[in-house]
């Protein structure tokens, strides 16, 4: 099984910021990516504005090591989902440790692949329209890259066939393609295991396509049972699509599955499986490099306590926050901060304060203390109750964790990677 090579981070580090971005100091001079860990900022100090979103640089890397140690123990491997940072540099980090491809959801997000160099991608989303179909197909004419997609049924797939007339990939690199498994109620996929194999054996005999494997997403799924029913299709698909030699010889066999919240679940199910040929059990998980203080903790709790699989020393920790000022303590119980709806995620749940600091006073930031909780979000402000007794005054400083990684990146096109010191050792630079 192939890994993929580091991207080209130096292409990166070359990208202009605008002076205007959020997050950069009210005067900061014309920067380049590369030129902002060099500035010698640190958020403590006062020298970022707030609100700002910082990542902390060990603890991003520790839960990056964590997921590659887990995969490679139980037969696995990663290719994370892109869109959850769309940050090239922490792609690069994840392929560092070993990640396999880097999946992706919309094209504009598979040309920022393109343009830094990962040379494997997933779209766990099947093409439609002619643009973005034949995108897909442009895509292949580069020098060694691997792109697959999904497919769920005739029609979509016709759309993809019309696209390899249009667009004829190179010889030996065809559009792989996974064939979706999905659910009653759910999103795309599937409904029945005999609509799968009739679009698996189309496209195993369609000009410029091949059949790259089966995949579900299961996260929408309520509870552990239900994702395991749908994971199990996805095994029970591939068994067949083998017995049948729908597979090309030579090409990989992959089955998939979404895995952030279940990623335990995967790995059991597959594992559980004797495939006639050696398979690649894909996991797709986005949100374990940053994980969160709210949902995704929450499930990696009960992973802990349930799976049967061989976890690595050590855990997933929350990497991700988003510090603001105390505006105002305007009546007993209720403090206002500096930050809102544009600057952190919402919806898996209200913001966590975690810690709080006093810039001049305190050395260190210290735990919140119980009783202060946050109520309610406007744009740019933040609504928190507090105890009687809360040490917070005005001009103090509060870090937040969150809820959903995928909604507090999109609010940001630069987020700052920061020592334990919160130190600013580099910008990460997005493309939402």
Same mark, same amino acid.
């Given at each position: 099984?192939?890994?993929?090579?580091?991207?080209?981070?130096?292409?990166?580090?070359?990208?202009?910021?605008?002076?205007?971005?959020?997050?950069l100091p009210?005067?900061?001079?014309?920067?380049?990516?590369?030129?902002?860990?060099?500035?010698?900022?640190?958020?403590?100090?006062?020298?970022?504005?707030?609100?700002?979103?910082v990542i902390r640089q060990e603890v991003v890397r520790a839960n990056s090591q964590w997921m590659s140690a887990f995969t490679g123990d139980n037969d696995l491997v990663i290719a994370?989902?892109?869109?959850?940072?769309?940050?090239?540099?922490?792609?690069?980090?994840?392929?560092?440790?070993?990640?396999?491809?880097?999946?992706?959801a919309t094209v504009q997000q598979l040309s920022v692949c393109v343009r830094f160099g990962v040379k494997r991608v997933l779209i766990a989303n099947q093409p439609v329209g002619t643009q973005a179909i034949d995108a897909c197909f442009r895509a292949l004419q580069g020098d060694g890259f691997e792109l697959y997609c999904l497919a769920d049924g005739l029609p979509g797939l016709q759309l993809l066939a019309d696209g390899a007339k249009r667009n004829p990939p190179p010889k030996g690199n065809p559009l792989r393609v996974l064939v979706e498994i999905g659910f009653l109620g759910g999103r795309t996929g599937a409904r029945t295991r005999e609509q799968a &194999?009739?679009?698996?054996?189309?496209?195993?005999?369609?000009?410029g396509l091949v059949l790259g494997g089966f995949e579900c997403f299961e996260g929408l799924l309520p509870t552990p049972e239900a994702?395991?029913?749908?994971?199990?299709?996805?095994?029970?698909?591939?068994?067949?699509?083998?017995?049948?030699?729908?597979? $090309?010889?030579?090409?990989?066999?992959?089955?998939?599955?979404?895995?952030?919240?279940?990623?335990? $679940?995967?790995?059991?199910?597959?594992?559980?499986?004797?495939?006639?040929?050696?398979?690649?059990?894909?996991?797709?998980?986005?949100?374990?490099l940053t994980h969160d203080s709210i949902s995704y903790a929450a499930a990696f709790e009960?992973?802990?306590?349930?799976?049967?699989?061989?976890?690595?020393?050590?855990?997933?920790?929350?990497?991700?926050?988003?510090?603001?000022?105390?505006?105002? $303590?305007?009546?007993?119980?209720?403090?206002?901060?500096?930050?809102?709806?544009?600057?952190?995620?919402?919806?898996a749940g209200m913001p966590v304060p975690l810690r709080w600091f006093r810039p001049g006073?305190?050395?260190?930031?210290?735990?919140?203390?119980?009783?202060?909780?946050?109520?309610?979000?406007?744009?740019?402000?933040?609504?928190?109750?507090?105890?009687?007794?809360?040490?917070?005054?005005?001009?103090?400083?509060?870090?937040?964790?969150?809820?959903?990684?995928?909604?507090?990146?999109?609010?940001?096109? &630069?987020?700052?990677l920061v020592d334990e010191d919160y130190g600013v050792t580099a910008a990460l630079k997005t493309f939402f």
């Amino acid at each position: 099984m192939a890994l993929i090579p580091r991207l080209d981070l130096a292409a990166l580090d070359r990208q202009p910021l605008d002076p205007l971005t959020k997050g950069l100091p009210f005067d900061a001079p014309q920067l380049t990516v590369g030129e902002v860990g060099q500035q010698g900022w640190n958020v403590l100090k006062g020298d970022m504005p707030l609100p700002l979103a910082v990542i902390r640089q060990e603890v991003v890397r520790a839960n990056s090591q964590w997921m590659s140690a887990f995969t490679g123990d139980n037969d696995l491997v990663i290719a994370p989902h892109g869109k959850t940072t769309m940050s090239p540099a922490l792609f690069d980090l994840q392929v560092a440790d070993g990640a396999w491809a880097i999946t992706v959801a919309t094209v504009q997000q598979l040309s920022v692949c393109v343009r830094f160099g990962v040379k494997r991608v997933l779209i766990a989303n099947q093409p439609v329209g002619t643009q973005a179909i034949d995108a897909c197909f442009r895509a292949l004419q580069g020098d060694g890259f691997e792109l697959y997609c999904l497919a769920d049924g005739l029609p979509g797939l016709q759309l993809l066939a019309d696209g390899a007339k249009r667009n004829p990939p190179p010889k030996g690199n065809p559009l792989r393609v996974l064939v979706e498994i999905g659910f009653l109620g759910g999103r795309t996929g599937a409904r029945t295991r005999e609509q799968a &194999m009739e679009v698996a054996r189309v496209v195993a005999s369609t000009p410029g396509l091949v059949l790259g494997g089966f995949e579900c997403f299961e996260g929408l799924l309520p509870t552990p049972e239900a994702a395991d029913g749908l994971i199990d299709d996805v095994a029970a698909l591939a068994v067949s699509a083998l017995a049948e030699g729908l597979f $090309r010889d030579g090409q990989p066999v992959v089955v998939s599955a979404g895995g952030s919240a279940f990623f335990d $679940r995967v790995g059991t199910r597959f594992n559980q499986v004797a495939f006639a040929r050696p398979v690649v059990k894909v996991l797709r998980s986005g949100c374990y490099l940053t994980h969160d203080s709210i949902s995704y903790a929450a499930a990696f709790e009960r992973i802990i306590n349930d799976t049967s699989l061989k976890l690595p020393e050590g855990r997933l920790e929350a990497a991700l926050e988003v510090w603001a000022y105390v505006q105002s $303590r305007p009546e007993d119980g209720r403090t206002v901060l500096t930050m809102g709806k544009r600057d952190i995620s919402f919806d898996a749940g209200m913001p966590v304060p975690l810690r709080w600091f006093r810039p001049g006073r305190m050395t260190r930031p210290e735990a919140m203390p119980a009783g202060h909780t946050v109520v309610a979000l406007n744009d740019q402000h933040c609504h928190m109750t507090t105890p009687a007794d809360s040490p917070l005054e005005a001009g103090d400083m509060v870090a937040f964790g969150i809820g959903h990684p995928c909604t507090t990146f999109d609010k940001w096109q &630069m987020l700052v990677l920061v020592d334990e010191d919160y130190g600013v050792t580099a910008a990460l630079k997005t493309f939402f």
